[in-house]
């Protein structure tokens, strides 16, 4: 198939066409699904500091935090990973 084909048009994402898809095209994921995807144990930060009640119950999605409330979200994700991600500068 050529990078001309009216097939490669109209995707909307890249592809992978290879002998593991049986020569297919087959959408690649984003990293944001590939995270979900591996994650099986993602934490809930909102959920956890609504149960904290370090914010009001009606922040149930990020776009509805305030700016105080979004400092407090920022703080109890870098202490996560502050805890559970090694870097190597």
């Not at 297919?24 to 809930?44: F, G, H, R």
């Not at 407090?72 to 991600?85: C, L, S």
Request: charged share 30%; with cysteine.
């Amino acid at each position: 198939m050529n990078k001309d084909s009216p097939v490669l048009e109209k995707m909307e994402r890249p592809h992978i066409m290879c002998q593991m898809t049986n020569w297919t095209p087959t959408p690649m994921l984003t990293v944001k699904e590939y995270c979900l995807a591996i994650d099986l144990d993602a934490p809930d930060f909102l959920g956890e500091l609504i149960s904290r009640e370090l914010i009001p119950k009606a922040n149930d999605s990020m776009k509805k935090l305030t700016a105080e409330d979004k400092v407090q979200v920022d703080a109890e994700i870098f202490e996560y990973q502050k805890i559970n991600y090694n870097t190597f500068d």
